[in-house]
Each structure stands twice: as structure tokens, then as C-alpha cells.
């Protein structure tokens, strides 16, 4: 007898940047993160969760390939969802008793894994909610946050759609740091997201390593942290339910700079951008300064992808203007896998 359960999760794309964790095993960040969910359409993770009672140790298949089980992320999400099956047992003995049988999980992405593109965010989310689904948790999207917070930082975010605020929280549990929607993606439904992807590599520091060489080393993350980012929170939330798209533009591509400005100021230093990062940056400039007004905003993950804001009555000036104009750029050829998507969000 085989219980089986599956769902898809979506991609998030942080507008205020979650770098740095003030407890590494818990997942707690240093500092409050806004991101927009991406539609499915093109970027998610399809996961399947079964249990059985002939099955005898838990399994992950990632795209195809068998995965080490015994990571401690891994292990606390099975534990934390497993303990929430075992109070609905607890609590009505007719419940088939699937907490204690082993788990397999299968999991597909169709987009580059761990290059940038918050892949460990569509997957966590996707697993978490494959479980749940699985174990038919009455847990809110907000409480499973926290669970999918512990398997990766960001995947809290990708459990909603739409405008979402990963809260920090104060405690030293972590009870409180939490996923919550801003808005749905209704509330602004001319956003859109186009996605360059530069490179499908795998990035060379992780963002688990990398973002706390920036905690314990660079004093530029001192001051985003306590002083730049409490304020930008409150200013974009207020942008994405104004909908004040040039508001919106200007501080998530400043944000996306201060992210990156403290992975140099790290030592030794990070680099996640590359040229043809640094040339996508130029041409939203070029747009921005040619239509007179912020239409345009571009941010970037731990890795040289370069994904834009825009809002759709300005979809040909910006996609058009980013295609001439990236298709000019020196060594332009050496990144073939260049691809503008146009993605609803
Ligand atoms: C974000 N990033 O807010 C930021 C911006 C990358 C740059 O969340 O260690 O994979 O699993 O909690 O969530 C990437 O970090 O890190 C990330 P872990 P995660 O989207």
C-alpha cells in the first residue's frame, strides 16, 4: 500500500535581498527579505512524496539522480512534518499511521539547478507542500513557512504567490520567522519578469558558505543590515501595495547592488557577477534614461542571471531594447545560452 501525494511549487525572485544568517543551523536571517513569485508556467519544481510500510529508508530523487537523505536540512524538514502527522494520529486514532513509515520524494526542475535561479527555493517549497499534501496537514501556508525555512532560507517565500515577506522574527526558536503575503499577484497584475539567463552553470560559492564569509567579514553588511535594509522594507512593501512601480524599480535595483557591493566587501571576496551581468545593468540604464522614467528594473541572485522588473505596457521597449542591445555586447556570442524569457508573475 503506497500513499502518494504531488504538487508544484514556484520560483521566487528576492527584490530585498535575504544574505547573512544570525543562526546557521536554524536558518535565521539577519535581516527582513521581500521577493515576487514567479508564474509556473516556465520555472518550478514538480514533486512527488509517497510513504509505505514496505519501503525501508527514506529516498530523494533530484532530476533523476539519487540524493544524500542525511543532510541536517533535509533531516529537520522529515522531522518537523513527520511530528505534525504524529499529533493528527495522536489526536484521531482512525488515521492510517503514515508518520512513522519512510518517505520518497521525487523532484523535478525544469530550469538550471543551483545557478542562481533559487532553485533550493522552488524545491524546498515544493517538498514541503508534497509532504503536507501527503500527510494532509491543516497547517497554514504561514506555519509551513516555517518548516520550509529550515530546508532553505528562501523557500519560505515560495509557499505564496504573488508580493511576499519573509519576516525575520525575534526569537531564538525561530517561531517567528515567517513567510507572509504582501499582496496576491492579482493586486499587480501588469508586473512581469524577464529572465537572461547568462550562464546555466553552477555558481562557485554556495549562498550557505558565501553569505557568512559577509556576516563575519565585511563591515558594509554591518550597516545594510542595522541601518539600509529596516527602512527599505517598509518603503517597498508600501511601493508593491502602492503599486509605485518607479519606487518599486529603484529599490530593488539598489537593493541588488548593496547584495552584491557586500559579496565584494567580503573577505576574500565573492563574485557572482560577470560581464555580461555588468552589461545587462548598462542597459537598463540606457532604457530607463531613454523612456525618461524608471520602466526597468533589474536584480540578481548568488549568480550572474540577470532578472527585470517591468510592467507589460512597456514590454516591447524593454525586451526589444534588451535584445538589440545585448546582442551587440563583446564575448555576447560566448554565452549562447543567453535566453529572454517573458514570464507572467
Ligand atoms: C534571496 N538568496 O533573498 C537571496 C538573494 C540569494 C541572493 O536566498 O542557506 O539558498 O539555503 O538559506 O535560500 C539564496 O540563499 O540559502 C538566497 P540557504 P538560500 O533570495
Same mark, same amino acid.
Given at each position: 500500500m503506497i500513499h502518494q501525494a504531488s504538487t508544484t511549487a514556484p520560483v521566487n525572485i528576492a527584490t530585498l535581498k535575504y544574505w547573512g544568517k544570525r543562526d546557521p543551523a536554524l536558518n535565521l536571517p539577519t535581516n527582513n527579505s521581500i521577493s515576487v513569485t514567479l508564474s509556473q508556467d516556465d520555472l518550478r519544481t514538480l514533486t512527488t512524496a509517497s510513504c509505505s510500510p514496505d519501503f525501508t529508508q527514506d529516498e530523494l530523487w533530484l532530476n533523476g539522480k539519487q540524493e544524500d537523505v542525511s543532510g541536517k536540512r533535509l533531516v529537520a524538514c522529515f522531522r518537523e512534518l513527520r511530528a505534525l502527522r504524529h499529533k493528527m494520529e495522536d489526536s484521531d486514532s482512525?488515521?492510517?499511521?503514515?508518520?512513522?513509515q519512510k518517505l520518497k520524494i521525487v523532484s523535478e526542475n525544469n530550469f538550471p539547478t543551483a545557478? +542562481?535561479?533559487?532553485s533550493s527555493a522552488a524545491g524546498f517549497a515544493a517538498l514541503i507542500r508534497a509532504v503536507a499534501n501527503l500527510y494532509e496537514l491543516q497547517e497554514t501556508p504561514e506555519q509551513l513557512s516555517i518548516v520550509a525555512r529550515q530546508g532553505?532560507?528562501?523557500?519560505?517565500?515560495?509557499?505564496?504567490? +504573488?508580493y511576499v515577506a519573509w *519576516?525575520? +522574527?525575534?526569537?531564538s526558536d525561530g517561531s517567528d520567522s515567517r513567510a507572509v503575503q504582501i499582496a496576491t499577484a492579482d493586486h499587480w497584475p501588469e508586473m512581469r519578469a524577464a529572465i537572461l539567463v547568462v550562464s546555466a552553470d553552477k555558481k562557485d560559492t554556495s549562498s550557505t558558505t558565501g553569505m557568512q564569509v559577509t556576516v563575519h567579514t565585511s563591515p558594509l553588511f554591518k550597516e545594510r543590515v542595522t541601518t539600509v535594509v529596516p527602512e527599505r522594507f517598509a518603503q517597498m512593501k508600501k511601493s508593491i501595495l502602492d503599486r509605485d512601480f518607479p519606487t518599486f524599480a529603484e529599490l530593488t535595483m539598489r537593493d541588488s547592488n548593496q547584495f552584491h557591493a557586500t559579496c565584494l566587501d567580503s573577505y576574500p571576496p565573492i563574485f557572482y557577477l560577470n560581464d555580461v551581468s555588468r552589461a545587462s545593468i548598462r542597459v537598463v540604464e540606457a532604457i530607463n534614461k531613454a523612456a525618461g522614467a524608471t520602466i526597468a528594473a533589474y536584480t540578481f541572485d548568488a549568480g550572474p542571471n540577470c532578472v527585470i522588473y517591468y510592467e507589460d505596457k512597456n514590454e516591447e521597449l524593454v525586451l526589444g531594447a534588451l535584445k538589440a542591445i545585448l546582442g551587440r555586447? *563583446? +564575448?555576447?556570442?560566448?554565452?549562447?545560452?543567453v535566453d529572454a524569457k517573458k514570464i507572467d508573475v
Amino acid at each position: 500500500m503506497i500513499h502518494q501525494a504531488s504538487t508544484t511549487a514556484p520560483v521566487n525572485i528576492a527584490t530585498l535581498k535575504y544574505w547573512g544568517k544570525r543562526d546557521p543551523a536554524l536558518n535565521l536571517p539577519t535581516n527582513n527579505s521581500i521577493s515576487v513569485t514567479l508564474s509556473q508556467d516556465d520555472l518550478r519544481t514538480l514533486t512527488t512524496a509517497s510513504c509505505s510500510p514496505d519501503f525501508t529508508q527514506d529516498e530523494l530523487w533530484l532530476n533523476g539522480k539519487q540524493e544524500d537523505v542525511s543532510g541536517k536540512r533535509l533531516v529537520a524538514c522529515f522531522r518537523e512534518l513527520r511530528a505534525l502527522r504524529h499529533k493528527m494520529e495522536d489526536s484521531d486514532s482512525s488515521l492510517p499511521k503514515l508518520a512513522d513509515q519512510k518517505l520518497k520524494i521525487v523532484s523535478e526542475n525544469n530550469f538550471p539547478t543551483a545557478a +542562481g535561479l533559487a532553485s533550493s527555493a522552488a524545491g524546498f517549497a515544493a517538498l514541503i507542500r508534497a509532504v503536507a499534501n501527503l500527510y494532509e496537514l491543516q497547517e497554514t501556508p504561514e506555519q509551513l513557512s516555517i518548516v520550509a525555512r529550515q530546508g532553505s532560507g528562501s523557500a519560505c517565500r515560495s509557499l505564496y504567490g +504573488g508580493y511576499v515577506a519573509w *519576516e525575520m +522574527g525575534t526569537e531564538s526558536d525561530g517561531s517567528d520567522s515567517r513567510a507572509v503575503q504582501i499582496a496576491t499577484a492579482d493586486h499587480w497584475p501588469e508586473m512581469r519578469a524577464a529572465i537572461l539567463v547568462v550562464s546555466a552553470d553552477k555558481k562557485d560559492t554556495s549562498s550557505t558558505t558565501g553569505m557568512q564569509v559577509t556576516v563575519h567579514t565585511s563591515p558594509l553588511f554591518k550597516e545594510r543590515v542595522t541601518t539600509v535594509v529596516p527602512e527599505r522594507f517598509a518603503q517597498m512593501k508600501k511601493s508593491i501595495l502602492d503599486r509605485d512601480f518607479p519606487t518599486f524599480a529603484e529599490l530593488t535595483m539598489r537593493d541588488s547592488n548593496q547584495f552584491h557591493a557586500t559579496c565584494l566587501d567580503s573577505y576574500p571576496p565573492i563574485f557572482y557577477l560577470n560581464d555580461v551581468s555588468r552589461a545587462s545593468i548598462r542597459v537598463v540604464e540606457a532604457i530607463n534614461k531613454a523612456a525618461g522614467a524608471t520602466i526597468a528594473a533589474y536584480t540578481f541572485d548568488a549568480g550572474p542571471n540577470c532578472v527585470i522588473y517591468y510592467e507589460d505596457k512597456n514590454e516591447e521597449l524593454v525586451l526589444g531594447a534588451l535584445k538589440a542591445i545585448l546582442g551587440r555586447v *563583446e +564575448g555576447w556570442e560566448k554565452h549562447q545560452s543567453v535566453d529572454a524569457k517573458k514570464i507572467d508573475v
